[in-house]
Antibody, heavy 112, light 112 residues
């Protein structure tokens, strides 16, 4: 059974760095791509970036300078790090396997 | 970036009725491998998006045949027949042919 679960701090201060973890089960990270998608409150979905089975990555150009996605295959975890956070980064952050299976999402609020 | 334009933004429906949602892209979604990576999602309130249709017209596992997708190139349609209460929510199209992946703005399906 494929499962993904996001974890991380619910509150981040402006200008700080966001670190999120997506812990997966039921599949191997070396065989499937995992992506991060975010959704500001009451708004639409934005693809942030992804990491493929071979370890290659791709990022949304609007976020590329601030964003890093990596993984630890031995722990079945995918990581998101984004620096210089601003209030407009307040959103629900989802991880998804190939767009077909999704985690429940984690709400991140950027506020002092 | 590929702009995905969804219409309408809001779609009132009666239970048992039929509706269509349009998704148009600013450039062709035909990949160099010959596939067209246009997908449809439903997001119910407080939930993660759920995949309905992948690659234009393929229903995802467990999706009832009341849902059908069609289209080609830059013009795509999702049709829902015999609308049921569990079909209400926001529908999104997603293109994953070009980087960055981009979502449509969403169509809210609600009761008349």
């Amino acid at each position: 059974q494929v499962q993904l679960k996001e974890s991380g701090p619910g509150l981040v201060q402006p200008s700080q760095t966001l670190s999120l973890t997506c812990t997966v089960s039921g599949f191997s990270l070396t065989s499937y791509d995992v992506h991060w998608v975010r959704q500001p409150p009451g708004k639409g979905l934005e693809w942030m970036g992804g990491i493929w089975g071979d370890g290659s990555t791709a990022y949304n150009s609007a976020l590329k300078s601030r964003l890093s996605i990596s993984r630890d295959t031995s722990k079945s975890q995918v990581f998101l790090k984004m620096n210089s956070l601003q209030t407009e980064d307040t959103a629900i952050y989802f991880c998804t396997r190939s767009g077909s299976s999704w985690g429940q999402g984690v709400m991140v609020t950027v506020s002092s | 970036d590929v702009l995905m334009t969804q219409t309408p933004v809001s779609l009132p429906v009666s239970l048992g009725g039929q509706v269509s949602i349009s998704c148009r892209s600013s450039q062709s979604l035909v990949h160099s491998d010959g596939n067209t990576y246009l997908h449809w999602y439903l997001q119910k309130p407080g939930q993660s998006p759920q995949l309905l249709i992948y690659r234009v017209s393929n229903r995802f596992s467990g999706v009832p045949d009341r849902f059908s997708g069609s289209g080609s190139g830059t013009d795509f349609t999702l049709k829902i027949s015999r609308v049921e209460p569990e079909d209400l929510g926001v529908y999104y199209c997603l293109q994953s042919t070009h980087f960055p992946w981009t979502f449509g703005g969403g169509t809210k399906l609600e009761l008349k």
